[in-house]
Structure formats: structure tokens, C-alpha cells
């Protein structure tokens, strides 16, 4: 799912579940599917400005930067899924990956050289960082938000500037996963969970602000949420038995 804030959406897809005690979707992969392509659809409709004034060589950047998660994603995600998709990676990594986003914000704002992207003054190391940042994302519990802002925040690009390229980013990289999965699932995605993810993103996308307020927050619920995964794994206990 496109993840429009710093918080990974697999891993409360994985660890919300599993304290609340329910039962895994009958069909994984179609459900994975429609809410990656419901997420598409309303972030393209959200960012939809913002592609029109996309020049060539931004849009080509931004293209480019999929190519790192893609294809390490083609050879390594399903070995990936099976080492680290349980509750207890996920929220190890849930939980480090908010802390390096809350260090390189409080880094960013101390330092004096801070970047003003605009509209579009990111600049190709600004989008080859981030690229590199969303190999890390296809672990679960890494969000691909959270990764490309902590990358471009230590590199000193603004926050709102940061987040606006995170988007962007994000984009090609969830078109990609919808088209996977539907192809894996063998059935178009269910209606349901394709339209609220669809609405979710977008309406999250156009509403929310990244102030500093919202990154403190978003770090402060990873850091909870792994917290209860902890303190409801019983020692001895595993994930399987634990579910």
C-alpha cells in the first residue's frame, strides 16, 4: 500500500491483526493487490498537479529511482517475507526505523546549510539517496515514506520538500506492486479494500502536513506499537504460536 505517512502500512497490516487476535484474509496476495492499487489510483489523483509540471528530466529521475527496489524486490521478496514478516522482525524494524527518522529530522533542524527544494529543486543525489532508501522498505515494517524522508532529511532537504519527493517516489514503486500482485493473485482485487485504499490515500496525501508535530507523532506510534508486539510475546512463546 502507498504509504502517504512515516509509518509502515505492512506493518500494521501484520502487527494490528495479530495483537487484536483475527484471522489472516482468506486470499493474501488479492487483497495485497487491491490495496496497492487502490493506493495508486488516489495518490496519482492527489499528486496529479504536481506529475503535470514534472519535466522530463525530474520525471526520468523519478523513474529511475524504482529500478534499485524493483529489482532487488524481483530476486529477494519472498525470502525476504519468510525471515522477517513475522511480528517480532516487523516490529524490531518498525521501531529502528523510527528512531533513524527522528534523528535525522532533529539533526536537520540544527543544522544551518538546510535546503529549499521548491517545486522542484531536488537534485540527482537527493533522488539517488532516496532510491537506495527504498531497498530497506521492502522488509515489512520499513516504511517507504519513512525511509526516503530520513534519507533526504540527513542529506538537509527541507521537510515539506522531503516529503512531496517521498511521494512522488512512492508512486511508480506501488503501480509496480499492484500490477505484481494482481498477476500473482490471478484475480482482479477485491472492490472493498481497493476503494478505502484508495480513499485513504488520497484524502491523506492532500491533508496531511509534515511538520514536525506529525514526524514526532508518527515515531512515537511505531515505537508503542512495537512496544505492545514486545510485551505480548510471551518468553518461549513464537509468532506462530503466539497467532
Do not use: C, K
Request: avoid cysteine; proline fraction near 6%.
Amino acid at each position: 500500500m502507498a504509504e502517504v505517512h512515516p509509518v509502515s502500512s505492512s506493518a500494521q497490516l501484520t502487527l494490528l491483526p495479530w495483537l487484536l487476535g483475527w484471522e489472516p484474509p482468506a486470499d493474501r496476495t488479492r487483497f495485497a493487490a487491491g490495496l496497492h492499487a487502490g493506493s495508486a489510483v488516489g495518490l496519482a489523483l492527489a499528486l496529479r498537479q504536481d506529475l503535470a509540471h514534472l519535466g522530463t528530466t525530474d520525471a526520468g529521475r523519478l523513474v529511475l529511482a524504482t529500478v534499485p527496489a524493483a529489482a532487488v524486490g524481483a530476486v529477494a521478496h519472498d525470502a525476504v517475507e519468510r525471515r522477517l514478516g513475522r511480528p517480532g522482525p516487523t516490529a524490531a524494524l518498525l521501531a529502528l526505523g523510527g528512531l533513524a527518522l527522528w534523528w535525522a529530522d532533529r539533526r536537520d533542524g540544527r543544522r544551518t546549510g538546510r535546503r529549499d527544494g521548491g517545486r522542484t529543486g531536488w537534485t540527482g543525489g537527493d533522488v539517488a539517496a532516496a532510491a537506495v532508501a527504498q531497498v530497506p522498505a521492502l522488509a515489512p515494517g520499513v516504511s517507504r515514506t519513512g525511509a526516503t524522508l530520513t534519507a533526504l532529511r540527513a542529506r538537509g532537504l527541507d521537510r515539506a520538500s522531503a516529503y512531496r519527493l517521498s511521494l512522488l517516489l512512492s508512486l511508480p514503486v506501488t503501480a509496480g506492486a499492484a500490477a505484481l500482485t494482481a498477476v500473482r493473485g490471478g484475480a482482479l482485487p477485491p472492490a472493498v479494500p481497493t476503494a478505502l485504499a484508495g480513499g485513504s490515500a488520497y484524502l491523506s496525501a492532500r491533508l496531511l502536513r509534515p511538520t514536525s508535530g506529525t514526524v514526532t507523532g508518527a515515531v512515537a506510534y511505531r515505537l508503542l506499537l512495537a512496544a505492545a508486539v514486545t510485551a505480548n510475546r510471551r518468553p518461549g512463546t513464537t509468532d506462530e504460536e503466539r497467532g
